[in-house]
Every structure is written in structure tokens, then in C-alpha cells.
């Protein structure tokens, strides 16, 4: 199993990065995939999720209105639409895929600076 994100970097406050994770391993539309983040002292995160087939998705109140969370089950990708970055969205965002609690995967995680 292998989730592998990409897109990170440095962005002004007020500009948009796309995070995308690719995986690998495993069936793709049985998990549900999201994005975690963790900034320095703080505890990981739920950012945003997205179900099973893409169904429905949820955000974290900080993100939703600024983020968006899609799946491309033919391409076995996830991404992360970021809009309007604020300073405190400063973090590393970490792809996680879930089944169950036995078949529960991360990344190894972006790191997302946002500053002037």
C-alpha cells in the first residue's frame, strides 16, 4: 500500500494550492480517503473526507468554503482544492485512506506554508 502527495509549497496568504495523493495497493473505492494536517504543537487534524464512491463529502469549519476534497476512482487519486489560504492553514497535510481499523493508511505528508 502506498499513498505518495504531491503539490505542496510555499503560497501568499489569499492564494490557492491543489494537493493530490496517488494510490496504490489497494481497491480505491472501498476506503474512504481524507486529508489530516498537523502544524507545529498541534494535533493532527481532520481537514476534509470524502466517502466511499465519492458520495458525500465533509470539511473540517476552518476549511469548508475554501477547500475542496474530489476522487478520480479511474485514476486512483485524491485531491485537495485550496483556496483563500489563510496563515494558520500552515501545515503538513497527510493523505489517509480507511477501510476499517486494520486497513488504515497514511502518507508521508506535504508541507503547506502559507506567508508573506
Known amino acids: 500500500v502506498q499513498l505518495v502527495e504531491s503539490g505542496g509549497g510555499l503560497v501568499q496568504p489569499g492564494g490557492s494550492l491543489r494537493l493530490s495523493c496517488a494510490a496504490s495497493g489497494f481497491t480505491f473505492s472501498s476506503y474512504r480517503m481524507s486529508w489530516y494536517r498537523q502544524a507545529p504543537g498541534k494535533e493532527r487534524e481532520l481537514v476534509a473526507a470524502?466517502?466511499?464512491?465519492?458520495?458525500?463529502?465533509n470539511y473540517a469549519d476552518s476549511v469548508r468554503g475554501r477547500f475542496t476534497i474530489s476522487g478520480d476512482n479511474a485514476k486512483n487519486t485524491v485531491s485537495l482544492q485550496m483556496n483563500s489560504l489563510k496563515p494558520e492553514d500552515t501545515a503538513v497535510y497527510y493523505c489517509?485512506?480507511?477501510?476499517?481499523?486494520?486497513?488504515?493508511?497514511w502518507g508521508q505528508g506535504t508541507q503547506v506554508t502559507v506567508s508573506s
Open positions: 470524502i466517502t466511499r464512491g465519492g458520495g458525500s463529502t
Open positions: 489517509n485512506a480507511r477501510k476499517n481499523s486494520w486497513s488504515d493508511y
